[in-house]
């Protein structure tokens, strides 16, 4: 049965709001899974802050194209379904990573982050990328670590500064008892 044109202007709509919110979407082949297993998914991904939709492919492109992102035709083929990440990427796609993995049925065939079309292993290394919150711990660590080092080179230089004063003090301390 055919969709009428307002039903896939609805869609266009619909996908393209989702893609204007997200941060990254991934692509991925669905065929083979149950309608429970992609509710369990669509549970799980809106925990981590995203979305999951079956996609028409044509229609998936128009609503690309309508919000400025590229359009990876490549990926756009068969059975697709979009992983949408509204929060955190990594999280979501180490979801879906982990989602296909398991299941060995799902999989993610790539996707789209900042703009640039990814691979499915381009994918597979986001998703091995740590937690935002380490990589934040750790870019902050990186910041600090420089002030730390002059802080400590200072204090070093300043410690042997007083050291060589007082030696030099007693020196003439002792040079004024003797005499």
Known sequence: MAITRKKKEELVARYAEALSH???????DYRGLSVADIQ??????REAQGGYMVVKNT????????????VPEQL????????????????VAKLLTEYAR?????????????????DGAQVSAVADLPPREVLMAQLLGLIQQ????????????????AATIKAYADKLESATEAA
């Open 22 to 28: 997200s941060k990254a979407v991934f692509i991925t």
């Open 40 to 45: 369990a998914l669509r549970a799980k991904l």
């Open 59 to 70: 229609l998936a492109q128009i609503a690309l194209k309508q919000v400025g992102l590229p």
């Open 76 to 91: 756009l083929n068969g059975p697709v379904a979009v992983g949408f990440a509204y929060n955190d990427v990594v999280a």
């Open 102 to 118: 398991d299941t060995k049925v799902l999989q993610v065939k790539g996707g789209i982050v900042e703009g640039k079309v990814l």
């Open 146 to 161: 420089p002030a730390a080092r002059l802080v400590g080179v200072l204090n070093a230089a300043g410690g042997k500064l």
